[in-house]
Every structure is written in C-alpha cells, then in structure tokens.
C-alpha cells in the first residue's frame, strides 16, 4: 500500500535463475543442472544469471514508485553486512562489494505503479557449484577485468567465519526496523489463488525456455549497460521474428527491440 514496503527474505535449494530476457541455453548448463536435480528458474527482472543454494540469503524490497527509494534499499543491505565488522559498498551497475569482489547482485523491475527490488547475499554459497553450472561470456569476464567469475564472486563467510545465514537475517531485519520500522506480514494476508495463478505462469516452459527452435542469424555484443544477443528468422532478407537476450537492467528495453526488429530489412 502507499507508505509502505514490505521487505521478504527467502531462500532457494540449488537453483539456477535467470533474467527476464536472457538465452537460458547460453546462461546455463540445464542438462547437468536437470541431471544432478538442480531447478531453473527465469525471473520477471532484468540482469543477469546467479546462482542460488541454502548458503545464499535473498532479499526483496516491494513498495510503490512514490515511495521506492533505491539507496535506502541499499542502505539496509549494507547496514546489516556492515554490522558484522565488514566494509561493504555498491559498485557499478547492481553490485555490492567488499574489496572489489563481489557478493551481492541486485535486480529491479516496475509494472502498475508497484517496484520491486530484489537481490542475493553469498554467505557461505558452494562456489565450485556456481562456476559448474553458469555459462558467463568472455565478453562479460574481460569487462571487468578479471580471469574468471570464481575470481570475481566471494562468500561473506570469507571475510568473517562466524556470519551464518541466520545471524544475517536477524541483522537484516534489524536494519529494516531502524530504516522503516518494522511489522511483520502475515502469510494469512496473502491471496493463496492468485499465488497459484502464478506460480502455474513461472513454472510453464514457455515462460522458462522462451527460445526459438530454429535461429538464422545470431549476433552478439557488449556496452557499459550489458550484453545483447540478437537471434534472427529471416525470409528473403526480412527479418520475420527477432529474439533479443540480455542482461541489462532495464528489462522492459529489451523486448521493444525486438518489436522494432520484426519486419526490417535484414
């Protein structure tokens, strides 16, 4: 409601998601992940693919446009890290960091006057599973810098042994109550048909794969507010459908490319 945001924390079990508009195919190895009983999931935000287990704390903010208000989202985030004797910040595009490296990406969305704010903290996420599962470009691991995404991504747990998962939520919703105050939601409140509704939507495979069976031209490249991937049918040089994947914020950007494409001259 107006004047208020609702901040949920949760959890997933060794899970793969994915932004809004982005090729699964390329962000993720699905058949290792679906062999060794991993779930995919593709987000209705932007940005790009993470990684999730029981060691990654997420967080959503949810509030109205009037009152979104992203550093004091942040705020409490950095807050409750902050408060374990760490020196966290933001960095770039939706990161935050401590010492360059990277535990938290942040993603954002806006539909009907609502905002939504979410992100993961790595406390103590298996590495090894993040680097064995996601598909991170080239293009992507040079932009920054560095030599691979392990080298990039870090667990809190690296900076203090004695975070847990629970200590951090606790600190969170500490934080919370100083930033917004604080009065918990009852699951009771929530309407159980429309979370069914969906739920049926996030699960079905057209929203999950949102592929082509056949792709004519693919192209691909790189900008300061992320990647692009352009995959093309074309029919005596008229491009008869456009797909674009992306991990740009924005996500309502992207499918307008799309739109603009069909039907231009190749």
């Not at 560095?146 to 606790?170: E, P």
Request: hydrophobic content about 35%; aromatic content about 10%; some cysteine.
């Amino acid at each position: 409601e107006e004047g208020s945001c609702i901040l949920y924390l949760w959890r997933n079990r060794h899970t793969v998601v994915i932004g809004r508009n982005q090729n699964c195919w390329k962000e993720c190895k699905l058949d290792l992940l679906e062999e060794e009983g991993g779930t995919f999931v593709r987000r209705c935000s932007g940005g790009g693919a993470v990684y999730h287990d029981l060691g990654n704390l997420n967080f959503t903010f949810l509030t109205t446009k009037s009152d979104y208000h992203l550093e004091k989202q942040m705020q409490v985030v950095l807050e409750a890290v902050n408060s374990f004797g760490l020196h966290a910040r933001s960095e770039g595009r939706n990161d935050l960091v401590i010492n360059g490296r990277k535990f938290s990406g942040n993603a954002f969305m806006e539909e009907h006057d609502r905002c939504c704010h979410h992100g993961t903290i790595r406390v103590q996420v298996d590495l090894e599973c993040l680097s064995r599962y996601l598909k991170v470009s080239l293009k992507k691991i040079q932009s920054k810098g560095i030599d691979s995404v392990k080298a990039r991504v870090v667990n809190l747990t690296d900076f203090n042994s004695q975070i847990t998962v629970d200590s951090l939520q606790a600190a969170l919703l500490e934080a919370f109550g100083r930033v917004y105050g604080l009065t918990p939601l009852r699951i009771e409140e929530l309407d159980e048909a429309e979370i069914q509704k969906i739920s049926q939507k996030y699960q079905s495979e057209q929203w999950k794969y949102n592929r082509f069976d056949e792709i004519g031209c693919a192209m691909e490249e790189r900008y300061l507010w992320g990647g692009i991937t352009l995959e093309y049918l074309i029919h005596d040089a008229v491009i008869t459908e456009c797909r674009a994947y992306s991990d740009a914020m924005d996500a309502d950007f992207i499918p307008r490319i799309q739109n603009a494409l069909t039907g231009c001259e190749f």
